[in-house]
């Protein structure tokens, strides 16, 4: 079993930047792909990046990419979310989970952090 939390969101201008993360609880962290995704009001999960068990891979949505980077730190049990240029249709909740293969897709994460919000206004 293993329980992740999500901290860092908040509200920011358009432009800024936060940092998210992901911190996983249990034993077997480090054999887990860690993924994030968001989920705006009214609209389906989506999927942004994901980073595989030791941190050496990475998918990024082309949504992001190029502004969001994420990393690894498996000695900590973390995994960082780091959001720059931040846009208005950023907004949403943000959110972690684990999956024991490496994917974009919702349907292999196991285990989902509870989420954080993150307001970016104009």
């Known amino acids: 079993q293993l329980q992740l939390t999500e901290s860092g969101g908040g509200l920011v201008q358009a432009g800024g930047s936060l940092r998210l993360s992901c911190v996983g609880s249990?034993?077997?962290?480090?054999?887990?792909?860690v993924g994030w995704f968001r989920q705006a009001s009214g609209k389906e999960r989506e999927f942004l990046v994901v980073?595989?068990?030791?941190?050496?891979?990475?998918s990024y949505a082309d949504a992001v990419k190029g502004r969001f980077t994420i990393s690894r730190d498996n000695a900590k049990n973390t995994v960082i979310l780091q959001m720059n240029i931040l846009k208005p249709e950023d907004t949403a909740v943000y959110y972690c989970a684990a999956s024991r293969l490496f994917s974009r897709s919702r349907e292999p994460y196991e285990y989902w952090g509870q989420g954080t919000q993150v307001t970016v206004s104009s």
């Open positions: 980073t595989t068990s030791s941190g050496r891979g990475v």
């Open positions: 249990g034993r077997t962290f480090n054999d887990y792909a």
